[in-house]
């Protein structure tokens, strides 16, 4: 974070001195002098406890929800709500630059779009992006900090699970470009309907200037029917809509990577390669190459950046421990992303293959039929063995017992361990995917543990 006036920064919070800040902290561990410590109530723990001690720390201001003993009136601003606090000073401190900025949400694909968009804005200059899970009310405002005066470019990834907050976050980051990947049914237990995350995800164009473009996918059900502002400039993308924008033709998959045309009305074709297999990844690949040309960026450099993407975290990145190729798929699930990944499962040339499919959470009344899909899709990709793994996934098991796909269903984790240890052999093609709350990342550690090194 570049240094700003405490007045400039705490605009509209409070009538703040000129006094100079250069970080903005929600840890107390990372309080330093110069910093705003901002407060927030949690669950097992309650940042007020750590006021006192971030203003002896050197903290110049405080902000709270509530006076706190030992941090003298003059210090403290007290907010309803430190997250809205936080949106208001990043919005204050984002006013001090100018980035090309791709601002992406959507049901699925958010991350690996985000790294597409990475991968294309690096080939240009300095690009700022999202770390890791940093979509939220916190995680944004956390990027936004990062700005400084190097930065060109950035892409930043907006997530919610209720209406209103892609808007504070798109009027906060106010990109140049915004992305909607697709409508799914995440969030659909605070949502209600598909429609309704629909709205939600259009909220984007609340920050985007006039005459930006939204990158919409065209072959997605509901985006199509999208009320796109006339303010506004949509962009579609696609693979099977002719009259997308931009598509992707000749798709052809391999084990190490996808090739694929890029066919775009408006600057021509060009050879597209990504280090990624799947039919979605292609899709995720093309909205950022849609974005990034229609900010003006050369096109042709643009398609032939797409080959720098790189995956983060545990997010369909393929790994081989003993003999065994993995696919790690753990951050998070939706019945589109499990399609998704056992579509790259099914791509992949090992002879047998093996799906540990875990919980998908926060589907509301979707459960039980988005968790019967997905058995019916692991008997699509051509899944040898199914473990089901917890409480709703009894209805993955049963379905897919019904395709004829040999399916066990475990409960706990160590039923997991016992029949990875039962199926897996060198060789084989292992997709581990679910919410992250079902631990799969921490259950596959301990199995990689006990194969062959080396």
């Not at 949106?87 to 790294?115: D, H």
């Not at 040309?293 to 990145?317: E, F, W």
């Amino acid at each position: 974070m570049q240094k700003i006036p405490a007045n400039e920064l705490l605009a509209g919070l409070t009538l703040a001195e000129p006094v100079s800040i250069h970080a903005v902290v929600t840890d107390s561990r990372k309080v330093e002098p110069g910093c705003v410590f901002v407060c927030f109530p949690g669950e097992r723990v309650d940042g007020h406890d750590f006021a006192a001690g971030a203003y002896r720390d050197g903290a110049a201001y405080i902000i709270a929800n509530h006076p706190v003993e030992g941090v003298p009136a003059d210090r403290i601003v007290i907010v309803p709500d430190s997250a809205r606090a936080m949106i208001r000073m990043a919005a204050n401190y984002r006013m001090l630059f100018s980035p090309k900025m791709i601002g992406v949400t959507g049901s699925v694909g958010k991350t690996t779009t985000k790294e597409f968009c990475y991968a294309v804005l690096s080939a240009f200059g300095t690009t700022l992006k999202t770390e890791g899970n940093q979509n939220n009310d916190i995680g944004v405002p956390n990027t936004l900090f990062r700005l400084d005066d190097a930065t060109e470019y950035a892409v930043v990834e907006m997530g919610m699970d209720h209406a209103g907050e892609i808007e504070r976050l798109s009027r906060c980051a106010r990109p140049s470009a915004g992305i909607i990947t697709m409508i799914g049914v995440s969030h659909l237990e605070n949502l209600g309907t598909r429609e309704n995350i629909l709205k939600a995800k259009m909220e984007i164009c609340t920050g985007l200037p006039d005459g930006a473009p939204l990158v919409l996918n065209a072959d997605n059900d509901l985006l199509p029917a999208a009320q796109v502002p006339s303010r506004l400039r949509a962009v579609w993308f696609g693979i099977e809509a002719e009259d997308a924008d931009v598509r992707a033709t000749d798709i052809t998959a391999g084990a190490n990577g996808t090739v694929f045309r890029i066919v775009d009305r408006e600057y021509g074709s060009f050879a597209a390669s990504i280090p990624t297999v799947g039919l979605h990844t292609v899709y995720d690949a093309l909205a950022a190459y849609a974005a990034a040309t229609r900010m003006g960026l050369d096109a042709a450099r643009c398609a032939a950046a797409l080959a720098n993407y790189q995956t983060t975290g545990m997010r369909q990145h393929i790994v081989e421990h003993g003999g065994v190729t993995f696919i790690e798929d753990c951050y998070n699930a939706s019945p589109d992303s499990m399609r998704a990944a056992l579509s790259v499962l099914k791509e992949l040339p090992n002879p047998r293959k093996i799906a540990l499919l875990g919980d998908m959470l926060e589907l509301g009344t979707a459960s039980e039929e988005g968790h019967r899909s997905t058995g019916a899709w692991a008997a699509d990709a051509g899944v040898d063995q199914l473990i089901a793994y917890g409480p709703c996934s009894a209805a993955m098991a049963e379905a897919a017992k019904a395709h004829g796909v040999a399916t066990v269903h475990c409960q706990t984790a160590a039923e997991v361990l016992q029949y990875l240890r039962q199926f897996v052999r060198p060789g084989d093609a292992v997709l581990a995917k679910a919410s992250h709350a079902m631990g799969l990342e921490q259950l596959l550690q301990d199995f990689y543990r006990e194969l062959p090194q080396g």
